[in-house]
């Protein structure tokens, strides 16, 4: 039997939904949402009903933009010959903060992975290969994660990509086997980045 309400209860299982949160990190972040002002836990619904309103993906990579594109797309400093593929918009801002690629993604939203019933039709590809065929594209580095999905998706990617007669990278050395990029620190996506290899 719980010792809390019910609706506390509803809360604490809303909140275990969320990545890396388990029962007690959802219950200490009760108490602080129970102790914090009230107009501070407005401003908290406010964030996040304004995130699912005026978010969505950017027309040309998939990146979260609130605009049609979004900053690094409409970015004319931006070298546009080249394409680095990532699996989630939160490969985009670790690589971003490595500070070394001045190039613009293409996010697939998601990654190949069977045993969640997830294929090739499930990522974002068609735009891709149009961007690739049609925009004088001269490299595309593929840094997916590297772990058995992201390297399934990059072993995809690579078939699907390598007839374009593009150079074709694989992000180097510094990334563990079994990673997700977004964790990485800057210095390890800087390094992999300098280090990427032919694929």
């Not at 040309?60 to 010959?81: G, M, T, V």
């Not at 613009?104 to 990522?123: A, R």
């Not at 593929?142 to 690579?158: F, K, M, N, P, Q």
């Amino acid at each position: 039997m719980s010792i809390y309400t019910e609706s506390i209860e509803r809360l604490i299982e809303k909140l275990m939904k969320f990545p890396g949160i388990g029962r007690r990190s959802a219950e200490r972040m009760i108490t602080y949402i129970l102790d914090a002002p009230r107009d501070e836990m407005q401003g908290l619904l406010d964030a996040l009903s304004k995130v699912k309103e005026n978010v969505r993906f950017c027309r040309i990579c998939n990146n979260l933009s609130e605009e049609e594109l979004c900053r690094i797309c409409r970015d004319s400093r931006r070298n546009k010959d080249v394409i680095c593929i990532v699996g989630k918009p939160g490969d985009v801002s670790a690589i971003e903060k490595a500070g070394n690629f001045n190039g613009v993604y293409h996010v697939l939203l998601g990654s190949i992975s069977p045993l969640e019933g997830k294929g090739p039709s499930d990522l974002k590809t068609d735009g891709l290969l149009q961007r690739i065929k049609e925009d004088n594209i001269q490299e595309v580095i593929i840094a997916t994660d590297a772990d058995t999905e992201g390297e399934t998706t990059a072993l995809y990617l690579a078939k699907l990509i390598r007839p374009l007669g593009v150079k074709l990278m694989r992000l180097g050395i510094g990334i563990p086997m079994g990673s997700n990029l977004e964790y990485a620190d800057a210095t390890t996506l800087s390094k992999a980045l300098e280090s990427r290899r032919p694929v």
